[in-house]
């Protein structure tokens, strides 16, 4: 799975959440909902996948590809947030350097877009949180597993 994967998972459990009295309250047959994390791993960490959670790094994107120019949107807007910088000098498309840019919509559309973007991200805020009810019922799940 991978930290970013292990992270939608969890992620994905909280949008259950809103359920989650539905199935507790269900009686003595709830419908069953499993998720088995037996032999998964979180530890693995995959360089060519883009991890908003953690964004800072050395780029190198085919920006023909519409994942990396997806990407290099929601870096861009990080900078307008002030989250995030584009390190001086380090911006070039195909080779030849250039301004970075300061709209998600000015990204380049083709050729080759190489940066090293730094994160200026404080911790994380409660809105990243897992509900207490949600997780109390994750627990449970993985106890039982």
């Given amino acids: 799975l991978g930290k970013l994967g292990g992270r939608l998972l969890y992620r994905s459990f909280a949008e259950f ?3 989650v009295e539905e199935y507790v309250d269900a009686g003595p047959n709830p419908p069953h909902r499993g998720l088995s994390l037996i032999k998964a791993s979180m530890s693995v960490v995959d360089p060519t996948v883009f991890d908003p959670v953690n ?6 994107l085919d ?5 990396n120019r ?3 949107r929601y870096l ?4 307008q947030e002030e989250k995030g910088v584009f390190l001086p000098g380090s911006v070039l498309l195909n080779g030849v350097v250039q301004k970075a840019p300061t709209r998600p919509e000015s990204v380049p559309l083709n050729g080759t ?9 404080g911790p994380p805020s409660m809105a990243d949180a897992l509900p207490a009810r949600a997780f109390s019922v994750l627990e449970c799940m993985m106890r039982q597993a």
């Fill in 17 to 19: 959440a809103a359920g």
């Fill in 55 to 60: 964004p800072g790094g050395i780029y190198v």
């Fill in 113 to 121: 877009w190489e940066f090293h973007f730094s994160s200026v991200r």
């Fill in 70 to 72: 997806t990407a290099g």
């Fill in 63 to 67: 920006m023909k590809e519409p994942y």
């Fill in 76 to 79: 861009v807007a990080l900078v």
